[in-house]
Structures are given as structure tokens and as C-alpha cells.
């Protein structure tokens, strides 16, 4: 009887036991499981908290692969457009040569045919040349190591570089530009430091030569649209191929130049205005924004790096003296710009008018 009693009391405490020993184990899971849970929330927290954050990077943050498909398409087709604009000019300047200068020198007086010869061709080869060093010429990168005497106001976060004054990181072609304007897919280029002016030239000047085109042709346009309008009549006019070639070739030139003077002409309008206030199109909405802010301050934003209306034209065409205005401006020129776009120092034409201005 005992022994059974002693049994029964071994077997009860090894129940016990066991008992207390699963309730600890299933306690242990139970707070191993809890505390992995707490510790991948406070993870999951940390890698998308931000004091700073607001609409606009929670937007920025959705529309990164829209940014980045952008980014690549552009790149790739940055060819394309060049190729584009190469084949469009010539099929222009090709009509030009086949079907209007015959005209021209058959029916125009000898002062007309000297105006319309010396002027087109002087256009065309500003057009040429300042679209060549547009796309040939690099905007100007900032060296890995700035020297002493350069102050950087940031560091890329792209880059890990140390960036200089009006210096921003361009993401199509993955590196710092020197004064960045814009990438310009027609150029597969970035707009920068020492191709700024080739780039507003070359709008310039196709704007001029389109909207001399468009001029000059008026009176052929209308001739050959009203021709074009007669091929469905009944019975149909005897125009033979090489006259409805001809008359198609004006129509799609008068077109095509007229729409390229409104487009391109507006956008060269703007970079004017931007030029003129010492801007670039990057500065325009950063000065925006600090204009704001300091306004509900009570105060009056300064733009550092304006030299005034006629010293910015100077500043940026490179014109020191009255002579440049010609072999700068009106012909053909390859000189570099005022200095070497890491320092913002007073250039020497406009030197007497505004004390040297720092990097900052």
C-alpha cells in the first residue's frame, strides 16, 4: 500500500513538474516571439522615419522609378533627338538649295539675291557651328578634391563629392555640373558652365533663321498650299511629279520652321530673361523660395551672383570690349567663359561696377 502511495506521489510531482517546466517554456516563447515582433516594428520605424518628411518627400519618395525611367529613356534616346534635329535641319536646308535659291536667282533683283546669299549663309554656319560645340563641348565638372583657396557649400549625396557654388547633380548623365542649367536631351548634354552660351546661341540663332525662313517663303507657302488644295479636284490639274514634290517640299518647310520659331523662339525668350537676371533655370526656383522666405521676414533677397542687366549679357557672352560684340557675338568664337565656374569672383568688364563677390 505504501509503495503505491509513493508511486502515485512520484508520478503526481513528475506531472508537476512538467507542468511548471512547459508553462515556463511556453512563457519563454511567448516573449521571444513578442520581443522579435518589437524589435522588427522599431526596425521597420527607423528605416522610414524622418523629422523632415512632409507631402512632398512621401511624393518624391512614390514617383523615384518614374524619375528613374525618365532618367534612362533620356539617356538613351539623347541620340536620337540629335539625330532628329541633325536630319530635320538638313532636309530644310536641302529644299532651301533644290527649290527656293533657283527661284530666288531667277526672280529676285541682284540686291535681294546678295541679301538673301550672304545673310543665309551666315546663319546657317552659326547655326552649324554653335550646335557642334553644344553637344561636343563639355558643361565643366568639379574635381573629386577641391584646393584651398575653392569653398564648397555642400557635399553630393550622389556623388560623395565635395560641390562648389551653383554647382547641382545631374541624374541622367550621374555626375556634378559646374552652373547647371538643364539636361538638354536635343543635345545629349548638360547645359553648364562652358556651354551655356553655345546653347543659347545656337536657340538664337535657329530661331532667327527659322523665323527668316518662314518670312522669306510666305508668298511660296500660299502658292503651293493653294496648288496642293486643287489635287482633288475633278478633273484633277496636270501637274506633273516633280512639281507636286516641289510643292510639298515648301509646304513641310514653311511648316516645320514656322513651329520650330514659335517653340524654340519662346524658350530662347526665357533663357533671355534668365540671363538677364543672373540666373540659371535651376537658380530661378531656389532664388524663388528664398525670396519668399525672406520676404515674410521683412527683408529684400539679393541675387550674389547678378552683375546687373547689361553686366550679366557681358558676363556671360564674354564681351570686355566693344570689339567683341562682333568677333564674339556675331561670328563665330570658341573663347571660354569667365572663369572656372568653382570660384564667383567680379570678371574685370564688370569690375568697376560691383565690389568682387565670394563663393558662397
Not at 17 to 45: A, D, E, N, P, S
Not at 50 to 76: C, G, K, M, Q
Not at 235 to 245: D, G, L, N, S, Y
Not at 249 to 259: E, R, T
Amino acid at each position: 500500500m505504501r509503495s503505491r502511495r509513493r508511486m502515485y506521489s512520484a508520478v503526481m510531482r513528475l506531472f508537476l513538474k512538467c507542468l511548471r517546466i512547459g508553462q515556463r517554456r511556453r512563457f519563454w516563447l511567448t516573449r521571444q516571439v513578442q520581443q522579435l515582433w518589437q524589435y522588427g516594428h522599431l526596425c521597420l520605424r527607423s528605416l522610414f522615419y524622418n523629422s523632415f518628411a512632409d507631402s512632398d518627400t512621401v511624393l518624391d519618395a512614390l514617383f523615384e522609378p518614374i524619375y528613374w525611367l525618365v532618367d534612362h529613356v533620356t539617356r538613351w534616346f539623347g541620340v536620337v533627338f540629335v539625330a532628329l534635329v541633325i536630319t530635320l535641319t538638313s532636309s530644310v536646308v536641302c529644299i532651301v538649295y533644290i527649290c527656293l535659291l533657283p527661284l530666288i536667282l531667277q526672280t529676285y533683283p541682284v540686291v535681294w539675291i546678295f541679301w538673301h546669299i550672304i545673310y543665309g549663309h551666315w546663319n546657317l554656319v552659326m547655326i552649324v557651328f554653335h550646335y557642334y560645340m553644344a553637344i561636343t563641348t563639355e558643361p565643366g565638372y568639379p574635381p573629386q578634391q577641391l584646393k584651398s583657396d575653392v569653398t564648397a557649400v555642400s557635399i553630393c549625396r550622389k556623388c560623395i563629392a565635395p560641390k562648389p557654388a551653383r554647382t547641382h547633380h545631374c541624374s541622367i548623365c550621374n555626375r556634378c555640373i559646374l552652373k547647371m542649367d538643364h539636361h538638354c536631351p536635343w543635345l545629349n548634354n548638360c547645359v553648364g558652365h562652358y556651354n551655356h552660351r553655345y546653347f543659347y546661341s545656337f536657340m538664337l540663332f535657329m530661331t532667327m533663321g527659322c523665323i527668316y525662313s518662314s518670312i522669306s517663303g510666305w508668298d511660296m507657302f500660299w502658292e503651293a498650299y493653294a496648288a496642293i488644295e486643287t489635287y482633288s479636284q475633278t478633273p484633277p490639274p496636270t501637274f506633273t511629279f516633280r512639281q507636286r514634290v516641289f510643292h510639298k517640299s515648301i509646304v513641310y518647310a514653311w511648316v516645320l520652321c514656322s513651329s520650330v520659331a514659335v517653340a524654340l523662339g519662346a524658350l530662347m525668350l526665357w533663357h533671355s530673361v534668365l540671363i538677364t537676371r543672373g540666373e540659371t533655370s535651376i537658380e530661378r526656383h531656389i532664388n524663388r523660395k528664398e525670396r519668399k522666405r525672406l520676404q515674410k521676414k521683412g527683408k529684400v533677397f539679393r541675387n550674389p551672383y547678378s552683375y546687373g542687366r547689361l553686366g550679366n549679357w557681358k558676363v556671360f557672352l564674354g564681351v570686355e570690349t566693344q570689339r567683341h560684340w562682333i568677333t564674339r557675338v556675331l561670328l563665330p568664337s570658341a573663347h571660354l567663359p569667365y572663369g572656372s565656374g568653382l570660384t564667383w569672383e567680379t570678371p574685370p568688364c564688370v569690375a568697376e561696377q560691383k565690389t568682387p563677390l565670394l563663393a558662397i
